[in-house]
């Protein structure tokens, strides 16, 4: 405990017992996250070592169903892909909130970091922009709600926290199941901002509320990219049940024609008002010595 206190107090931004209360808060959710890392980590060689549920739950004190409902999806591994690659605008996100820690002279870049480097590039980027949100708002909503040391004395490179670490294999988990087996898992901005905004306890989603954004307004904006199960080979099935003709719908959202969701169709696709409106704020966003993505 005493160890807990030292850290909180060279982390705390003065000696006012409220910025103490909220330093030993941050450390306990950093330790907490750790320990649920490590914890799924052995889980999971306990699992590849053939060991069943039953035994695990009775290591943990628990029944084999409360194990395997807690664990089995943590632990699961991913299913074998062709590839898992980083699109070139998630590596400018990364890059860009590794490089606002060390501008905090932070030891760890947490999802509030992550959140700000989505605005580098990409469809995060003009998804956070068309509701409002912009670096320098989120730098003064993480420095007003997180214990950011003074006078740090640490010297080097940043690593990526626990929780910002969770995030991003979150984000892969999700772009693997909404894509085809039989093609590379890419993992972009949009699966990484739906992660990180979605979690109640995330850094991140606390400046969001802080910012005032509404959560439901960024899943509306991000819908075509994170929410369309495919088929194993990445394209719904056109087959309905016989004599009962299907619903047009789009190609990318899923969503079937309305009188407010009117579709326009091309060779073999459909898209819809919304999806044309989220590609023609994407295409507006300047271009800084790439093409457009």
Known sequence: MDQLIEAAHARAASDDP??????????TRDVSGRADAAVDQVVRQARDAGYSWTVIGERLGVSRQAARQRYADRVAQTPATVGLIRGRDLEAGLAAAMAAAEAD???EAGTEHILLGLLTDGVAAATLEQLG???????????RLFPYPADPAHEGPPVFSAEAQAALAGAEQLATER?????????TTPQLLAVIATNPGSRARRVLNDLGVDVADIKRLLHCYINVPRTPFGRRSR???PGKKQPDRCSFCGH???????????????????CVALCGAVLAQPVEGTRAR
């Not at 409220?18 to 450390?27: K, Q, T, Y």
């Not at 024609?257 to 819809?272: K, Q």
């Open 18 to 27: 409220f910025d103490l209360l909220d330093a030993v808060l941050a450390l």
């Open 105 to 107: 002279h932070l030891t």
């Open 133 to 143: 949100v912009s670096r320098d708002k989120i730098r003064e909503a993480s420095h």
């Open 179 to 187: 894509t085809p087996t039989c093609a590379p898992v890419a993992v």
């Open 239 to 241: 087959r309905g049940r």
């Open 256 to 274: 079937p024609s309305s009188e407010d969701r009117r579709l326009v169709a091309g060779p073999d696709v459909w898209i819809c008002s919304e």
